[in-house]
């Protein structure tokens, strides 16, 4: 009866250590079933702080209540004291860059590049700028075509998304040093006069803030507010900073915003340009690009409809997602 118990208990044990080992059929399957889920690639998981759309529309909508902000106007003015004062609480040091250019129709422009320095004595920077200037006619509409235009996307938007990186930083602080550089007089030019474009950053790259400033990359944000913005690969980007294309889109791409499209278009010049040729920082542009318009912009450009109804709170959130987690990501 013994022997017999024994024998019982021994096959008992065998039959939970054949079951445990997948020894039927059914739980081969459960087994390999597991193996397979616990192969598949991990979720992505952000590293940066979360990034407040409503806070970057409040700082496009603030630029926009100055009224057109057109260089050496009184609008111009009042906005350009208003993002001096609000990155000084933002920011460890602001630096403005005075002087006076000659427009291509002969007028004497007082511009004013704005420069924000976050961590200035980190040896490893990246750059982030945008234009805080607007066009002061209207060339693309039908109507008011010499009157000057808000802006809203076309410059506030690109500034907005800064400012709103920058209150983030500063409650968030950085081992790498950001600088951010709000670049004057980029929209007063006429494709018919060359280099009547961003005058402000033809300035600033053969004059930096600082003798000998260097920076490991830059970033252009341009008309990146409005509603299902796409942003493709722009020709001088790729030339210039492939590298730091690939880094911010495939950012964006595990972040899951659809923005950012593998499309590849021809060059511009914008602020990113002379950054690249005369500052000699690999300097990429994300731009509003449209494949229904002629003009490759989207239909507000250089209209007045480029008003607060252009600015789109989920696209706001999608470009300053993506430049906040490239820079909490960043090991140098």
Known sequence: MQLYNLFKALTFLALLMLAACGGGGQSGKTAQTTQQTAEQPKAYKQVSPNFNAD???YFVDKQVSFGPRVTNSEPHKKCGDWLVAELRKMSDN???????????????LNIRNIIAEINPK???RILLCAHWDSRPFADEDTK??????????DGGSGVGVLMEIAR???NNPLSVGIDIV????EDLGKSEHNNSYCLGSQYWSTNLHKPGYKAEYGILLDMVGAA???????????????LVLEKVWGTAQVLGYPHFVYYNKGGIID????????AGIPTIDIIHFDTQTQSGFPEHWHTHRDNMYAIDRTTLKAVGQTLLEVIYSEKF
């Open 271 to 278: 602020d990113h340009a002379y950054v690249n040729k005369n």
């Open 182 to 185: 709000l670049f004057d007089a």
């Open 144 to 153: 008011d075509t010499n009157k000057p235009i808000l802006g809203a996307n």
């Open 55 to 57: 806070s970057a529309y």
């Open 122 to 124: 980190a040896d490893k």
């Open 228 to 242: 299902n913005a796409k942003f493709a690969w722009e020709e001088v980007s790729v030339t210039y900073a492939r």
């Open 94 to 108: 602001v630096i403005e860059q005075k002087t006076t250019l000659t427009n291509y129709d002969g007028r004497q």
């Open 168 to 170: 983030i930083i500063k």
